[in-house]
Structures are given as structure tokens and as C-alpha cells.
């Protein structure tokens, strides 16, 4: 099965092709954002820069929004956080997002030694990044598009595009799954 292809599950549709992720400077836009995605996308709510409290009510109510646009909903955090909550999985860091019985389990990425990390995690999707210049890491060097393709086409576990990402740019770099923080939000 290539870097491309979700591996299929019992129960489970193919990992969406078109993920969201929150942010601090993009959650004014969220709601419009999550109506306009395709059903079927992905959501995966960041928001660190909020106390414990307000971070769950924004929580839910971003995942309702989601939800209701058929939307898978990640939650950064453990997986029993993310299942008290009601999200769909856990995304971090390899060595946090183990995926948990009936959950998605996304990591990030940032090299070959990222990608085997996530391998032998045993999540389903990593997010790869930074393949353009972004503001999130102004300082990180980006992949490229060869420099991304060379990495994606070793990785053991499906490969979500992020870093700079937008709908031209996806095109560009010719890769089916991608998600973006600013790339899908209007500027409001």
C-alpha cells in the first residue's frame, strides 16, 4: 500500500483528504470555515493558548459545528481527555498519540525521523511539515515540494501536507491529502 493510501478499518472511513487545524489567529474564522470544508473532512482542534476551562468550551463547541458537517474531530491532548470530550482521536507528538482503542491517532513530522517515529507509534496519519514557508515556524526551513515528495514516499503511515498549504499550493505540490491552519480560513 503506498505513503497515499489510508489502510483500510473495520468501521472506519478512509482518513479525510482535507484537515483544519485550529489556531489562535484563525478561530474567529473557525465556524465558517468547518460549514465550507467538504463532508468528510478533518478537524483538529489546537487552541493551546487557552486555560483548561475555556479550551473545552470552545472545544465543543467547534466539534458540534464540525460534527454537523460531517467532520472527523481530533482534539490535541491524550486519548482519554480526547475521549471524555467526545473527539474521534489525539494528534501531538509520536510519543503522546498513541492511538487508543476506536480512535484516530495523528502525529507530526518534521523529518525521515519523524515519519519512522510515527511507524512505530502506530498512528494512522502523519501531518509532514513545514513543505512551504508558514508563519507558524517562520524560522524552519521547508521541505519543498521534492524534498516533501522524497520524505512522503518513505513514510510507513499515510502522509497529510502541512506548512504553507492552501488549494493552489496542494495542487502544486500534487499530494491529496493536506490541511492547513490559515490556508482554509477566511480572513475575517
Not at 470544508?37 to 479550551?55: E, T
Not at 502523519?126 to 524534498?147: K, N, Q, Y
Not at 506548512?163 to 493536506?178: C, D, I, S, V, Y
Request: charged share 20%; glycine share 12%.
Amino acid at each position: 500500500m503506498s505513503p497515499r493510501q489510508s489502510p483500510p478499518e473495520p468501521g472506519r472511513s478512509a482518513l479525510p483528504l482535507l484537515w483544519l487545524l485550529s489556531d489562535a489567529r484563525n478561530d474567529a474564522g473557525l465556524e465558517v470555515a468547518l460549514r465550507a470544508l467538504p463532508p468528510g473532512s478533518g478537524f483538529v482542534f489546537r487552541h493551546y493558548h487557552l486555560d483548561f476551562d475555556q479550551r473545552a468550551a470552545r472545544f465543543r463547541a467547534l466539534a458540534r459545528a464540525a460534527k454537523a458537517a460531517g467532520h472527523l474531530v481530533i482534539l490535541a491532548e491524550g486519548a482519554a481527555t480526547a475521549r471524555d470530550w467526545g473527539a474521534d482521536g489525539v494528534y501531538g507528538d509520536c510519543d503522546r498519540v498513541a492511538p487508543a482503542e476506536g480512535m484516530l491517532g495523528l502525529a507530526t513530522a518534521h523529518d525521515g525521523e519523524g515519519l519512522a517515529a510515527a511507524g512505530r507509534a502506530g498512528v494512522h496519519g502523519v501531518f509532514l511539515s513545514p513543505v512551504f514557508a508558514t508563519r507558524s515556524h517562520p524560522e524552519a526551513e521547508a521541505l519543498g515540494i521534492h524534498g516533501f515528495h522524497v520524505l512522503a514516499q518513505q513514510s510507513p503511515v499515510p502522509v497529510i501536507a502541512l506548512g504553507g498549504m492552501t488549494k493552489a499550493r496542494a495542487a502544486e505540490l500534487a499530494w491529496p491529502r493536506w490541511g492547513a491552519i490559515d490556508g482554509l480560513v477566511a480572513k475575517v
